[in-house]
């Protein structure tokens, strides 16, 4: 699995501009590691906001198949072509099951200039946070921040 992303990692590289990838990986530090990931809990409170997008890039039959009602569809392999349907005035969160294809959406955005992070719990791990007893505290805690009643 390891292997494969670098290998699309590096597909992807070939078709961005080769120094902007040069300099953002000779200036990439702990920081921008934290910064390039979102869990659950805090994309949910940017987009009660209205602060972020989610783009679950996903393959269409995934996507019918389950997905979260707050993200988009736009497929990673037409991500290139949907650039127009991002709000550029938002974070973009990219999301996917396990963060192979959000990782890639997330650096090909990055290299678009897009405000972009990837979702770092992936979205069986927030289907799993969203659900049950889950759901119920995390609703819970979120009206006692926010003060909702």
Known sequence: MKLKLIFLTILLALHVNANELDAYLKSFDYEERKEMKIQTIELIVLLEENKAQAIDVRFPDEFEAWHMNFAKNIPLNELPDRLDELD??????????????????????????????????????????????????????????????
């Open 88 to 149: 550029k005035s938002k974070l973009i969160v990219t999301m996917c099951p396990h963060n192979d294809r959000a990782n890639i959406a997330r650096l090909y955005l990055k290299m678009k200039g897009f405000n972009v992070r990837y979702l770092s719990d992936g979205l069986l791990n927030s289907a799993n946070f969203l659900r049950g007893d889950n759901a119920k505290e995390f609703v819970q805690e979120y009206k006692k921040v926010n003060k909702i009643q």
